[in-house]
């Protein structure tokens, strides 16, 4: 009777620390979507149109931000920069806001397509880092159209067991050594950008004889590739695939964590550090809403959500401080100043973007694309 009472008393306080063990994950993952910065947010109502690329938020967040807000989120994704402008330039443009990248925005604030943001609405973009408001001012002057969300950097992926040299150089993107074993990334700006570097060109050159010559060292460097890729690139290197990839350090993140002989590096020529910020054009419908939607997504415990689940970097110092202390001191999340100082942005190249276009149409037809 005892050793059954005893057996019945274990037994009901495994159950128990089980059970407590449930209640302290459920507040942990409560805690996941508490508010650092005030959650008081008026019931707006109406309907948000969202404009952004894909897997690019937590989908719970916008869950989270309908409830506090009675606001109906319509999230539509894109594919490409070029889609979005095209969208954002049509007549019947519906959406309220949007997630264009650094080139993009110079653009459209010369074509006059956005809404100057008012801050007084957005309280938490006092967590966005002054250094990140440094570079994003170098393509929207006073930060007064956009605001950071993700960024980060193009660089090399390699396979530490495949390649038995120091990766320090774009050169060894043609490396006849690895042949058929190089992923080049499949965007007329990155691939240019890696050419024209370097062949020590600015990666924004508008002068014809530097374009050119960028354009013929990518077609010297077909026959060593494995191919053109984007998403595609992720499975082939963690599966050993190949030994070297043109890469954004997101994705080259995640490959690490799924791959221990993969490592990330920024060239000494230097590569492009970009960033994806949120606009208003000038067409939205509920501005309120966009402004409310926006201030939400800078909440530093709500960023730090959002960006542990994008993988991408985020310019939130509140995020920063709060989010996982591995990935917050990867140099790979987070490159150190002496890195970001060898890297820039894009800019818009204007009716320059011809030489661009021809040059890469003429690399893919040598391809066989």
């Given at each position: ?133 440094e570079v994003t001012n170098t393509f929207d002057p006073g930060n007064k159209y956009s605001l950071p969300y993700m960024w980060g950097t193009v660089g090399i992926l390699y396979n530490t067991k495949m390649v038995d040299e120091e990766v320090d150089s774009w050169d060894i993107l ?196």
């Amino acid at each position: 009777m005892k050793k059954w009472l005893a057996l019945l008393l274990c037994a009901l306080l495994v159950l128990s620390c089980v059970a407590c063990k449930k209640q302290d994950a459920a507040e942990e993952e409560e805690a996941d979507y508490s508010f650092a910065d005030g959650d008081q947010y008026d019931k707006i109502g109406g309907e948000l149109n969202v404009l952004n690329w894909g897997e690019y938020i937590d989908p719970e967040l916008i869950s989270l931000f309908e409830q506090e807000t009675g606001v109906k989120v319509n999230y539509t994704e894109m594919t490409s920069n070029e889609e979005m402008l095209i969208k954002l330039r049509s007549a019947d443009n519906p959406y309220d806001m949007c997630f264009p990248s650094d080139y993009i925005i110079e653009k459209l604030i010369k074509d006059d397509l956005l809404m100057p943001l008012d801050m007084s609405k957005i309280p938490n973009s006092k967590n966005i880092a002054d250094r990140m408001y440094e570079v994003t001012n170098t393509f929207d002057p006073g930060n007064k159209y956009s605001l950071p969300y993700m960024w980060g950097t193009v660089g090399i992926l390699y396979n530490t067991k495949m390649v038995d040299e120091e990766v320090d150089s774009w050169d060894i993107l043609w490396n006849e050594k690895y042949a058929e074993k190089i992923w080049q990334y499949d965007s007329v700006r990155d691939a240019l950008a890696v050419s024209l570097l370097r062949l020590g060109y600015d990666m924004n050159s508008t002068n014809p004889d530097e374009v050119n010559q960028a354009k013929e060292e990518l077609i010297k460097q077909i026959h060593l590739l494995k191919g053109l890729g984007t998403d595609n690139i992720r499975a082939s290197m963690i599966n050993n695939k190949a030994a070297l990839a043109v890469i954004y350090a997101g994705d080259a993140i995640l490959c690490m964590e799924e791959n221990e002989d993969l490592a990330y590096v920024i060239p000494k020529e230097g590569s492009n550090v970009w960033f994806d910020n949120v606009v208003i054009p000038k067409t939205a419908k509920n501005v309120d809403a966009a402004l409310a939607f926006i201030n939400f997504l800078n909440d530093a415990n709500l960023a730090a959500r959002n960006t542990e689940f994008i993988y991408y970097s985020t310019p939130n110092q509140g995020a920063m401080d709060r989010m996982d202390e591995e990935l917050a001191a990867n140099e790979t999340f987070n490159p150190s100043d002496e890195t970001l100082a060898r890297c820039g942005v894009y800019h818009d190249l204007g009716t320059d973007i011809e030489l661009y276009n021809s040059a890469w149409e003429e690399f893919k037809t040598a391809m066989g694309k």
